[in-house]
């Protein structure tokens, strides 16, 4: 089954565009953009927690794509 993807482009203040390079290349990771990528499945992942403690009828949100964007930055 193929996953949809989902393009954006986004502008980030210097400050954090620095960091988000420094962290890409200590953590090993190869580009800007994937370090990007995994920022925000993390990022969701912890929103979907937050969501899923507050209001259960919802906890089911975030759709395929994104779950399995997280696991595979888990393993």
Same mark, same amino acid.
């Given at each position: +089954?193929?996953?949809? !993807? +989902?393009?954006?482009?986004?502008?980030?203040? %210097? =400050?954090?565009?620095?960091?988000? #390079? #420094?962290?890409?290349? @200590?953590?090993? /990771?190869?580009? /800007? =953009?994937? *370090? @990007?990528?995994?920022?925000?499945?993390?990022? /969701? @992942?912890? !929103?979907? =927690?937050? $969501?899923? #403690?507050? %209001?259960? @009828?919802? *906890?089911?949100? /975030?759709?395929?794509? $994104? %779950? =399995?964007?997280? *696991?595979?930055?888990?393993?």
């Amino acid at each position: +089954m193929k996953t949809k !993807s +989902m393009k954006i482009q986004i502008e980030l203040p %210097d =400050e954090i565009a620095e960091q988000l #390079r #420094r962290l890409a290349a @200590a953590c090993g /990771v190869p580009s /800007v =953009e994937e *370090a @990007a990528t995994i920022a925000i499945g993390q990022w /969701v @992942a912890r !929103s979907r =927690e937050q $969501l899923d #403690r507050s %209001d259960p @009828a919802q *906890a089911y949100f /975030v759709n395929q794509a $994104l %779950d =399995e964007l997280i *696991a595979k930055q888990r393993k």
